[in-house]
């Protein structure tokens, strides 16, 4: 198995809801991580997690919680998102911090 | 703080082409470079990685240079084909000391267009 998997797939949901994103892969990655990619621009870093702990958190608002109960799987919660927040987002896994990513497909997140 | 810039932005060229998309980063104290594509709405697909102690790497039709003094990569496309239609993105991962992993910092891309 040598993919990333992410759900779902799109995601609608109105600013008091409470939503979470889940990433999934059988590599045996140790590294997992969380971008944000905005219409028309290059992804951006929200969350590194290395060997299942939170290595970097890129001055990312609250509303934002990344979760990684295990070494195969990585969560991010979300609350009270705003319209702006609206994006793709993107799991990407490396087998430890220096080697090549590999990213999911993403959720396409919509807030009304 | 690193900044990665691509040129062109935007091309577009008839089948069969060979051609070149350049990157160039701002801090030369790089781990590795990442060329990846991306299709419309869809994730990145891992093109090809390039370690700081390499100068070149090549799948298939595909060939990446690294000159990592002047911060510069270049891919190169040969016999392009409509299939590579797609926006390419370079990405950069910092050197770090100690445990823990880093992110990439990315170019804003090329969007490539291969004419029929």
């Known amino acids: 198995d040598t993919e990333v998997t992410q759900t779902p797939k799109h995601l609608v949901m109105g600013m008091t809801n409470k939503k979470s994103l889940k990433c999934e892969q059988h590599?045996?990655?140790?590294?997992m991580y969380w971008y944000k990619q905005k219409a028309k621009k290059p992804p951006e870093l929200m969350f590194v997690?290395?060997?299942?702990?939170?290595?970097i958190n890129e001055s990312v608002p609250s509303r934002f919680s990344p979760e990684c109960p295990n070494s195969s799987l990585l969560n991010l919660h979300l609350h009270a998102l705003q319209p702006e927040d609206s994006a793709l987002y993107l799991c990407?896994?490396?087998?430890?911090?220096?080697?090549?990513?590999?990213f999911g497909p993403g959720t396409r997140l919509t807030v009304l | 703080k690193q900044e990665v810039t691509q040129i062109p932005a935007a091309l577009s060229v008839p089948e069969g082409e060979n051609l070149v998309l350049n990157c160039s980063f701002t801090d030369s104290a790089i781990y590795n470079l990442q060329w990846f594509r991306q299709d419309p709405g869809k994730g990145l697909t891992s093109l090809l990685l390039?370690?700081?102690?390499?100068r070149e790497q090549t799948s298939g039709r595909l060939n990446a240079s690294l000159d990592k003094s002047s911060g510069r990569s270049t891919l190169y496309i040969a016999a392009s084909q409509p299939g590579d239609s797609a926006t390419y993105l370079c990405a950069v991962r910092p050197l770090y000391s100690g445990g823990g992993a880093d992110g990439l910092t990315f170019g804003k891309g090329t969007h490539l267009i291969i004419q029929p």
């Open positions: 997690y290395s060997y299942e702990k939170l290595s």
């Open positions: 390039i370690q700081s102690s390499q």
């Open positions: 990407a896994s490396s087998q430890d911090g220096g080697n090549e990513q590999f």
């Open positions: 590599m045996g990655h140790r590294a």
